[in-house]
């Protein structure tokens, strides 16, 4: 099957020459060149003859003739001299020569013949002269090329003693390998005949220069079917298109089947089939290909020759996004004919479109707007960010705005910026035109919140704070309200005060409240404020509250400390009231048992849509406090300020960049707060241009943290939102996250240290657990390691969002619906969206096989369906080398399919302690081999594949070690067979310090050995 398969190769092979390019023969030996005898031994000695005689054109040449025909059993032989193969695998033998028809030559007594042997015998080294015995000649082990018959001969010899019907054979013979050279033998059995010329040659492929790369002459295989691969090399201002770049040299000498080729690179063209030409002055060529140089575009030039770009012209430029083929172009002149209608508290802008738009077409216009106390401009400043611009103020593309929420009877000037995408490129300002505009009396603005300071059965006592913007003196409030559990808006009742403050009476006892309030002014009522929930207390609330104050009173009066004691009460009431009016009911709905799914109804705000685990789940208690969705509140200033501490801007000082977050960038800082010690501080901030979706967004995990407290839970030090940039605040983890931080120190920590880690980890989820918290994206990217190698959960709330965010990381993924980091994920919550602190479990599972590990990627390089393919069938990730059994038994325990089977957090955090108070147990059965049940094909990609290996380079590049490739090759280990007997010593000589590196290696190298011994390349490590 082999035989046949080449022989098609080589049938295919044949029509894919390379034509124009013929093949070139090297001769080493021509007898037609001989000037003197050849001195070839003849024996026996009446055998062959050398004489002088004419070739058909009557050209001397020397010649040996034999003709016994007359005497029985010839057997003569003729030795060449000896012949330099020159490296040649396959030697050509050309013969010209003569032989008599034996039936025209009378009284024959012997046999006869017309035919003669070729032989040849490979040797290193050439014969003396004297070795003509017999017993050489019938012991030499000469090997037959052919025996060779004459097409023609002839009977007789003209009168010019010209010799007639000249024959020309060729024969080749390979493979040669064994010596230097060799010796051509003509062996005559009983022919009447003359060897007219030998020229002994070898053939190979010419240099040639094709596809724009060179090749060098090439020797021939040994075989006529073989093909000698030649790497090729770009020629000169070319560069690689694909590679290997290479031709095959054909056993006739011919070049065939090019793969891979070259092309010329930027700045140069194709001339003249394979040589790249500078581009002349005044054109440009942008990209390596088979393009030609073009003219530069308008508004360019280029002044030097092999010209990449042509430079714009003064006042042009080219935008971040254009091509180098396209024109450079300029900034837009201003807008025209700027009008405003104002009305009230709001103003529409319209304009016209430049008369320059600079030759492009993605004009945009920008809004700049100053609220100003006089008629000079010094005396403006930015408008607050309450305005609201509509469709918005930047990159807008009509030509109209409306600007609302303004300042009652305040001056405005509006600039209106035309601008291009070359706008950023030029040194000068946009152009703009610019507006002054005064706005109109205006209703009050709304009431930003309520707050109850007493409470009874019968009524309740509220107060507010005026509108942020009155726009004018507010004359009095309306304040609307109505029973939550019976009556809705429609059937609410309405009552005025003057004053920011109002008593609420003949309510009904132990009943919820939904009150607003509004503001009037001359221009009438303002808008209505959110509703808020207020509840009277019980009749048996009351009357134990009211006995309380009595008792405090009577207490305070003879101790004569009642007006304290009074003020005190009522602080306390008051506070107590508010926190169980405002947040009561939320608290009611998270601890009712059961997965909860927050209903529509419950609050005004956003749905959540996270399902809460039941309190038996999470191990709450009586008395546990109990998470709050911060997006269960209409604002989320609400939240942050509920959860988190505000800091003043002047108490942090950043210091470095140290990453990229989701909103913004991460910097390393300091945070000195009053009249206490200045400590390291990470800091997050929210990225200029930010909508209010992700300022909201942005905070919430903020409100999310500032909920914690606990040893393996990030930190939250504070926020800043009352200035730019908008700041969230946590403690600084100087060794960054996890994953990296493991790659950084592979096989640097003893299996005791990962454990700890690990049992860190596992008590951050419990105390989220009991908090009824769902974190959904723990992974080891996610947990931080501070100095002490203390490992802390973090980022809470983004990737719950990432849903609706147009993100390209690829560990998200959304063909399910929602972005979902799939290689964390449980399988409910991919198919059903089930998140619970079940489906955390499985992901702590997976953080587990991070770490054992050392920071390798989850099921390697398998696609994300491959991976949702494989966990439906039942197979998991196999144990990480040297990872003990118990711990990857804990592992397939968390990666159970029946969620409930699954064990909880504080069963793990058990586990860990008892691992950790018996370390022998880490020990047993440690599995060094990497593949663990259940067996899937796909997951055989955990094993670096060494079949295929080929070079110590390709070796490395399989065990993910490429970074010592030149240490190898310099220290002398530059083949596989070398490698195979390094030592731990030689890999510390040569730079490879870190002990799980040498592990991995050395337990390669022990792979790789025929006959490896028993003793576990590890213990010398």
Known sequence: MGDRRLVLIVVVLLHCVITGVRSVEETVMDTRTATAELGWISFPANGWEEVSGYDENLNTIRTYQVCNVFEPSQNNWLLTTYVDRRAAQRIYVEIRFTVRDCASIPSVLGSCKETFNLYYLETDRSMSDGIKGVEYWANAPFLKVDTIAADESFSQVDFGGRLMKVNTEVRSFGPLSKGRGFYLAFQDLGACMSLLAVRVFYKKCPSVVQNFAFFPETLTGAESTSLVIARGSCIQNAEEVDVPIKLYCNGDGEWMVPIGSCSCKSGYEPD???????????????????????QCPLNSRSTIEAATLCGCRNGYYRGDMDKPEDMCTSVPSAPRNLVSVVNQ??????????????????????????????????????CDDSVLFLPGKRALKDNTVEISKLRAHTSYTFDIQAVNGVSNKSPYPAQQLSINITTNQAAPSVVPIMHQVSSTSRSFSLSWPPPEQPNGIILDYEIRYYDKSQSS???????????????????????????????????????????????????????????????????????????????????ICSRRQYKESVYGDKLQQYNTGGEVTMRPDMFNGP???????????????????????????????????????????????????????????????????????????????LKVGYSERQRRDFLAEASIMGQFDQPNIIRLEGVVTKSRPTMIITEFMENGALDSFLRQNDGQFPVIQLVGMLRGIASGMRYLAEMSYVHRDLAARNILVNSNLVCKVSDFGLSRYLEDEDTS??????????????????????AYRKFTSASDVWSYGIVTWEVMSYGERPYWDMSNQDVINAIEQDFRLPAPMDCPVVLHQLMLDCWQKDRNARPKFHDIVSMLDKMIRNPASLKAGTNNIGLGPPHHPLLDRGAPDLSRVSSVEDWLTALKMSQYRDSFLLSGFNSLPLVTQI??????RIGVLLAGHQKKILTSVQSMRPNADDQSPTESV
């Open 345 to 382: 508290t709001s103003v529409l802008l319209e304009w016209h479109t430049p008369r320059d738009t600079g030759h492009r077409e993605d004009l945009s216009y920008n809004i700049l707007c100053r609220r100003c106390h006089s008629n000079e401009r010094r005396a403006c400043q930015p």
């Open 272 to 294: 003249n089939g394979n040589v790249c030409r500078a581009c002349p002055q005044g054109t440009f060529k942008s990209s390596q290909g088979a393009g030609v140089c073009q």
């Open 607 to 685: 749905t959540p849509t996270v399902t809460f685990p039941t309190l038996s789940e999470g191990h709450s208690s009586p008395g546990v406090k109990i998470y709050i969705d911060p997006y269960t509140y209409e604002d989320p200033n609400e939240a942050v300020h509920e959860f988190a501490k505000e800091i003043e801007s002047s108490c942090v000082k950043i210091e470095e960049v140290i990453g990229s977050g989701e909103f913004g960038e991460v910097y390393k800082g300091r945070l000195k707060p009053l009249g206490k010690k200045e400590i390291l501080v990470a800091i997050k901030t």
């Open 983 to 988: 030592t731990a010593e030689d890999l510390q």
């Open 489 to 571: 808006v429609l059937n609410s009742s309405v009552i005025q005060s003057e004053t920011p403050n109002v008593i609420l009476e003949g309510l009904r006892p132990g009943t919820g409240y939904a009150v607003q309030v509004r503001a009037r002014t001359v221009a009438g009522f303002g808008s209505y404020s959110k509703e808020m929930l207020f509840q009277t207390l019980t009749d048996d609330e009351y009357k134990s509250e009211l006995g309380q104050q009595l008792s405090l009173i009577a207490g305070s009066l003879v101790g004569g400390v009642c007006i304290v004691s009074i003020v005190a009460i009522a602080i």
């Open 809 to 830: 990381d690829p560990t998200y993924t959304s063909s399910l619906g929602g972005k979902i980091p799939v290689r964390w994920t449980a399988p409910e919550a991919i």
